[in-house]
């Protein structure tokens, strides 16, 4: 997952506390708090977390799949360039904003950036896809998988960064509402 997110730096959580990890990064100018939740070794849960002053995106993780599980990838290295983003069917008000968090992780990147990543929303679920550009003949590109892939459902959303427990709730997931009509909320 490290990989996925350009000059990012991975650390086990271990014995910290979040209050903690958001002082270090306060302290260390970190723009964004990505804490990555497992079970068994797969990813199952993602909050992600904006400094200094908030948003933080809570999501649920399901369909993971990771990088050495696909197919043709490997033993082969993952360009470190700065993605291409590309974003679909955010159009409500809260789609647009989970998609400007999402989009605040990654730095602009170059023109002539050969690497892409895919958030589609349907039905409430990003799926995500890491993808890159290979050239196949003179004139032709092919979109190559790299992963990781998975689908993503955020379940709230508050105003506030992680560890500010008592931060405005903005937008909590409820899936038992009585009207049809709210049900795709992004």
Not at 121 to 146: P, W, Y
Request: proline fraction near 5%.
């Amino acid at each position: 997952m490290r990989l996925c997110f350009p000059n990012s730096t991975r650390i086990n959580r271990g014995n910290y506390v979040m209050k903690d990890l958001a002082a270090a990064c306060r302290t260390n100018g970190i723009t964004d708090l990505i804490v990555l939740h497992e079970h068994r070794g797969v990813p199952d849960a993602l909050m992600l977390s904006h400094f200094p002053h908030g948003p933080t995106v809570l999501f649920t993780l399901t369909g993971v799949v990771l990088r050495h599980s696909l197919e043709g990838v490997q033993g082969a290295t993952v360009s470190e360039q700065y993605p291409h983003l590309i974003f679909e069917g955010f159009g409500s008000k809260l789609g647009k904003r989970v998609q400007d968090a999402l989009k605040f992780c990654f730095p602009v990147p170059k023109e002539d950036s050969k690497r892409t990543m895919t958030f589609v929303n349907e039905g409430d679920f990003i799926s995500f896809r890491h993808h890159v550009f290979v050239k196949t003949s003179h004139k032709e590109v092919q979109l190559a998988e790299v992963g990781p892939r998975f689908e993503m459902r955020p379940y709230e959303i508050k105003q506030g960064t992680i560890e500010q427990v008592e931060a405005d709730t903005e937008w909590v997931l409820r899936p038992y509402q009585r009207t049809a009509r709210k049900r795709n909320q992004l």
